[in-house]
C-alpha cells in the first residue's frame, strides 16, 4: 500500500524558515494531487497548500507569499518552502495524497503522513 513519509519539521523563530518535504511509496498510479495540511492546537484541520498532477498550486490565504509547494514526479515527493514563518504557523502539519481510479466514477482515494511538528516561536 501507499506510504506517506514527512521530515523536515522543528523549532524556528519567527521570520526563519523551513522545508518540508514528503515522499511518497508503494503503487502509486494516478495522482490528483499532493499537498499538506495542519492543525493547530484547538482547531481544526486546514489545507496549506496543493499541488495538482497539472501542476496548479492552491494556498490558504494565510500563507499565500510565505510559502511555497512544489514536487519532483520522479520521487513522488512534494516540498514546503516556509518562510516568514509566524507564530499562528505552529502546528502539526501533514502531507496529503490523493490518487484516483482511472475508471468511471473515478473514486477519489486519500493518503496521509504521520505529521511533522512545526514550532514557530521566539
Known amino acids: 500500500q501507499v506510504q506517506l513519509v514527512e521530515s523536515g519539521g522543528g523549532l524556528v523563530q519567527p521570520g526563519g524558515s523551513l522545508r518540508l518535504s514528503c515522499a511518497a511509496s508503494g503503487s502509486i498510479f494516478s495522482i490528483v494531487s499532493m499537498g499538506w495540511y495542519r492543525q493547530a492546537p484547538g482547531k481544526q484541520r486546514e489545507l496549506v497548500a496543493a499541488i495538482t498532477s497539472g501542476s496548479s498550486t492552491n494556498y490558504a490565504e494565510s500563507v499565500k507569499g510565505r510559502f511555497t509547494i512544489s514536487r519532483d514526479n520522479a520521487k513522488n515527493t512534494v516540498y514546503l518552502q516556509m518562510n516568514s514563518l509566524k507564530p499562528e504557523d505552529t502546528a502539526v502539519y501533514y502531507c496529503?495524497?490523493?490518487?484516483?481510479?482511472?475508471?468511471?466514477?473515478?473514486?477519489?482515494?486519500?493518503?496521509w503522513g504521520q505529521g511533522t511538528q512545526v514550532t514557530v516561536s521566539s
Open positions: 496529503n495524497l490523493k490518487t484516483r481510479d482511472s475508471y468511471w466514477p473515478f473514486k477519489e482515494y486519500d493518503y
